[in-house]
Every structure is written in structure tokens, then in C-alpha cells.
T-cell receptor, first 114, second 115 residues
Framework: NAGVMQNPRHLVRRRGQEARLRCSPM?????VYWYRQLPEEGLKFMVY????????ESGMPKERFSAEFPKEGPSILRIQQVVRGDSAAYFC????????????FGSGTRLTVV | AQSVTQLDSQVPVFEEAPVELRCNYS??????LFWYVQYPNQGLQLLLK??????LVKGINGFEAEFNKSQTSFHLRKPSVHISDTAEYFC?????????????FGKGTKLSVKP
């Protein structure tokens, strides 16, 4: 049973380009969370999704950032018109439907904006 | 709102010595508590969690933590560390009963084990 798969592991974008980060949750996990880790900081919650629904996006910047978790396929975190301040590690976590907080984290995507 | 404070950003220690990584939290409601470990360029791995019951929680790799409600603390301990324990450790909280279950993390403590 594969873990949470994130790709790409490393992503370099020039300022103004778009970044698309993908997350495939563990089999049987229908809840996905995205977190951002800035240098020397802990992880900050961005968005919580279930299949085809955004449950909580209170941690998402209001502009340029969007997330989806379609019925088929991985969850996507999309950053439009990237700026240097978007450089960070982005982690995805997934869990089952039961509320025992058994999160599994992916290895992250490290975005560098040049 | 909840918050987590990890009092030490870096903890150097010699191999086979004991270590304690401190974590305090603030919350007006009851919480679940977690410790995660992050090795360089990797994701987070759950070390242990407190949901209810015994306040002393044992985790993987010989780590344990004690929940102290009166002091709002959840310090992580290991009686004898190894070089391989060198990593960054994050304390996190989540609230009871919420449907979201998102975690609030501290800023992390970098544990450096020296031979």
C-alpha cells in the first residue's frame, strides 16, 4: 500500500509562471490537507478537501492560490503568477473517514521561484 | 484559537545522553496532541499522539511524551539518543470534535546528536 505520493519532489518556476503540485492520497483515504512550510517555520495549514469539495480554505492566500480534489485523480494545488515569497515546501496529508487523526504525510514538493 | 510554542529552536546533545524537547500549547477547548519528526528533505513522520487516556504516551524509536493538562505541556523525551535521531521535531495540536481536524504546528526544534 503506497503512502501519500506527491510530485514533483522539486519544482523550479520563474516569477510569473504557474506551479501545479499534485498529491495522490493513500488508498482508502478521502480527506486531503495541504500545508506550507516556509524556511525556519513550522507547517501552516492551507486547505482541507474531500472528494469534489473544499471543506476549509481558511489558510489559503486569497489570490493566486487554488486547490481541487476531483472525483478521479490526485488533488492539485495550483499557484498562479508565482512570486519569490511562494518558495517553500508544500506538504500534503491524507486520512481515512474515521476521526482518529491518523494523518499520513507525503514527502513534499519543494518549490523554488527564481 | 489554538497555538503551540516550542521553547527551544535547537537542542545539541551528545550520543547516549537523555533529551527533552519542550512543547506548550494554548487552547480554550480540549485538544489532541502530536509529535512529528522530519528528517532532511523528507516529509513528516508521526512519532506519537495523545488522544485520551493515560497521560504518558509511548511512541516509535524509543520516544515518549507526557501530557500535563495543568501546565498545558506535552514534552517529548528519550532516555538515550542516537546519532540517527538527528532531525527536526514538531509538536502539533488539533481540536476535539471538529470536522476539519487540521493541525496547528509549532516552529520546530532541531535536535543535533553529536558523537
Amino acid at each position: 500500500n503506497a503512502g501519500v505520493m506527491q510530485n514533483p519532489r522539486h519544482l523550479v518556476r520563474r516569477r510569473g509562471q504557474e506551479a501545479r503540485l499534485r498529491c495522490s492520497p493513500m488508498k482508502g483515504h478521502s480527506h486531503v490537507y495541504w500545508y506550507r512550510q516556509l524556511p525556519e517555520e513550522g507547517l501552516k495549514f492551507m486547505v482541507y478537501l474531500q472528494k469534489e469539495n473544499i471543506i476549509d480554505e481558511s489558510g489559503m492566500p486569497k489570490e493566486r492560490f487554488s486547490a481541487e480534489f476531483p472525483k478521479e485523480g490526485p488533488s492539485i494545488l495550483r499557484i498562479q503568477q508565482v512570486v519569490r515569497g511562494d518558495s517553500a515546501a508544500y506538504f500534503c496529508a491524507s486520512r481515512r473517514d474515521t476521526a482518529n487523526y491518523g494523518y499520513t504525510f507525503g514527502s513534499g514538493t519543494r518549490l523554488t521561484v527564481v | 484559537a489554538q497555538s503551540v510554542t516550542q521553547l527551544d529552536s535547537q537542542v545539541p546533545v551528545f550520543e547516549e545522553a537523555p533529551v527533552e524537547l519542550r512543547c506548550n500549547y494554548s487552547s480554550s477547548v480540549s485538544v489532541y496532541l502530536f509529535w512529528y519528526v522530519q528528517y532532511p528533505n523528507q516529509g513528516l513522520q508521526l512519532l506519537l499522539k495523545y488522544l485520551s487516556g493515560s497521560t504518558l504516551v509511548k511512541g516509535i524509536n524509543g520516544f515518549e511524551a507526557e501530557f500535563n493538562k495543568s501546565q498545558t505541556s506535552f514534552h517529548l523525551r528519550k532516555p538515550s539518543v542516537h546519532i540517527s535521531d538527528t532531525a527536526e521535531y514538531f509538536c502539533a495540536v488539533s481540536t476535539y470534535g471538529g470536522s476539519q481536524g487540521n493541525l496547528i504546528f509549532g516552529k520546530g526544534t532541531k535536535l543535533s546528536v553529536k558523537p
